[in-house]
């Protein structure tokens, strides 16, 4: 059996898999690829044969940038999950790289000093009283917003039914920047009868009263980059007008995400400002 499956040296195996012997501790370290023997002497690493066809698949995975983590988990799925999870880490690839392409026309706008795209928003202001808030904060990248925002919404509604159900609509506070390079953190508010104050015994706090200046996008502008635009456009308003913001800017969801269509208004751009 072992002449049918040979040990082959460190050297040979890498050049045979396509591979740098550095690679090979690399992924011996990440443990996707293990040495079948390692001489206890010289702490030589030999590989069988049978295993270049894992180490190849491990090349061809990294052709696509696939993150080490999530090639363990491919090298170990059964085959048809496997599959499923190369063709579900494409589309995430794809997803990302058509958000950056909207990103890139936007800087370019932005960049050359033009306005257009920003006149398309109406801004207008708005008296917000104090509110009393169920609440889930998180440090989160741009890409999980769309699944953390209304799963966080779904959690914080449910638990509104004990303090007699939801007062006004949800909004998400972004406490820093959530973008490539920062997490934020953002927080999911709920509003709950303020009456009720008492009587809650979960994530709770009080969202001050204040004025906002804001803007009403559709279900298609919430997507990241494009939102950029609406935000912008309401920090450019309340600098030309002679304000201030007084407080993080936040999004207001007002109506049925899962019902509403692209052209569907679903969503308040809003910042506290004086």
């Known amino acids: 059996m072992e ?20 690679a090979l501790r690399l992924y011996d370290r990440q443990g996707l690829l293990a040495p079948d023997r390692v001489d206890a002497v010289t702490g030589y690493r030999y590989y069988r044969e049978s295993r270049l066809a894992t180490a190849r698949l491990i090349v061809r995975l990294r052709g696509l940038d696939m993150p080490l983590a999530r090639i363990a988990e491919v090298l170990t799925a059964p085959a048809p999950e496997a599959a499923a999870l190369v063709a579900g880490y494409w589309e995430g690839v794809e997803r990302r790289v058509a958000a950056q392409r909207e990103l890139a026309v936007h800087l370019r706008i932005q960049l050359s000093g033009g306005r257009e795209g920003m006149d398309m928003y ?7 009283p104090e509110q009393l808030v169920l609440t889930e904060r998180r440090h989160v990248r741009p890409e999980d917003l769309p699944v953390w925002i209304p799963q966080a919404c779904d959690r914080l509604e449910e638990e509104a039914k004990a303090y007699g159900g939801v007062f006004a609509a949800p909004f998400v506070v ?3 920047q959530v ?3 920062s997490d934020g953190p953002a927080e999911v508010c709920v509003p709950i009868d303020p009456a009720r104050a008492a009587d809650v015994t979960t994530a709770v706090r009080t969202e001050p009263a204040h004025r ?15 939102i950029l635009s609406a935000y912008e456009a309401v920090y450019q308003w309340i600098e030309a007008n002679g304000g201030r913001e007084t407080g993080p800017s ?19 751009i809003a910042v506290p400002m004086a």
Not at 3 to 17: C, E, Q, T, V
Request: aromatic share 10%; hydrophobic share 35%; net charge negative.
């Open 3 to 22: 002449d049918d499956d040979p040990l082959l040296s460190i050297g040979a195996f890498a050049r045979r898999a396509r591979l740098s012997p550095k």
């Open 122 to 128: 109406e801004i207008k202001q708005r008296e917000v």
């Open 174 to 176: 972004y406490h820093g």
């Open 179 to 181: 973008n490539e390079d």
């Open 212 to 226: 906002e200046a804001y803007t009403t996008i559709t279900k298609a502008q919430v997507e990241y980059p494009q």
């Open 250 to 268: 936040r999004e207001v969801y007002f109506a049925d995400w899962a019902a509403s269509g692209p052209a569907t208004e679903v969503c308040d």
